[in-house]
């Protein structure tokens, strides 16, 4: 079992136990690596680290407590499920912070229909039912 005590302890280069590799329509690949880390990390198709961002944080841009689940749009944003802080983050493919959507409840995956719709599982919280939202790529709540 992980020891989720320091859980986004630190900010450092891969890995260091992480959450999901997902692939980009570019062909590079992204790693969400938040158990004991607080980094996102973009490879190439080939393997070599291309880039890195993000640090412990639970309140600014770019500040992750537990970057779980990525998802790369056929556009190359990167949208990152920042669990513990209860949001998503958007970045540029190169790792540019965009924005950031709150509210949520403890995202734990996030994917995309046909459409373009973007599917959130969330976690409970404080009591509350774990549930399902969907969110536009623009973060616009569409049903939950």
């Not at 190359?76 to 802080?85: I, K, S």
């Not at 959507?101 to 404080?126: C, Q």
Request: proline content about 8%; overall charge positive; charged content about 20%.
């Amino acid at each position: 079992m992980r020891n989720c005590g320091r859980v986004g302890a630190q900010a450092s280069g891969p890995f260091n136990y992480p959450a999901e590799l997902v692939p980009a329509p570019s062909g590079d690949l992204y790693v969400s690596d938040g158990y004991r880390n607080a980094r996102v990390h973009r490879f190439s198709p080939n393997g070599r680290l291309l880039a890195s961002w993000g640090e412990p944080g639970k309140e600014g841009p770019n500040q992750f407590h537990l970057p779980h689940s990525i998802l790369v749009d056929p556009g190359g944003l990167v949208y990152v499920c920042d669990r513990e802080n209860n949001r998503i983050q958007v970045f540029t493919g190169g790792g540019r912070f965009i924005t950031m959507w709150t509210g949520l409840r403890r995202p734990l995956d996030i994917s995309s229909d046909a459409d373009g719709i973007l599917h959130i599982s969330e976690g409970g919280v404080g009591g509350m039912s774990p549930r399902v939202s969907l969110m536009t790529k623009q973060g616009q709540l569409v049903a939950r």
